[in-house]
């Protein structure tokens, strides 16, 4: 089941370290099949506050996505985001399509 990594940043520090790992990360997400959904970007609140931005990353499954964030490759930029920045970071499935709201396990 497609899963997702799933980030939401917030009090950024601009400097070269975002360069930096932006340039790295790609390389770390193509061997476990990860790409960008959503990437920053304008948010428009509809509810309450949203400070900050989200990241999106889809995966082919869960496995996939803890094998990316544990990987060497990852772990050597990891710092790097968050020695600059405050970040919720979760892992969450996906869901087999079709899909109804009734579906939600109890």
């Given at each position: 089941?497609?899963?997702y990594a799933v980030a939401h940043m917030r009090q950024v520090?601009?400097?070269p370290w975002m360069v930096e790992y932006l340039e790295k990360i790609d390389a770390?997400?193509?061997p476990f099949g990860g790409r960008f959904i959503v990437h920053g970007g304008?948010?428009?609140v509809l509810e309450?506050?949203?400070p900050g931005h989200l990241i999106?990353?889809?995966f082919p499954d869960r496995q996939h996505a803890r094998?990316?964030?544990r990987s060497p490759a990852y772990q050597r930029i990891l710092e790097l985001r968050t020695d600059n920045s405050?970040?919720?970071v979760i892992f969450v499935d996906g869901v087999e399509h079709p899909h109804k709201a009734t579906d939600v396990p109890g």
């Open positions: 089941m497609t899963a520090t601009p400097g770390t997400l193509a304008e948010v428009e309450n506050d949203w999106a990353i889809e094998d990316w964030y405050e970040s919720d």
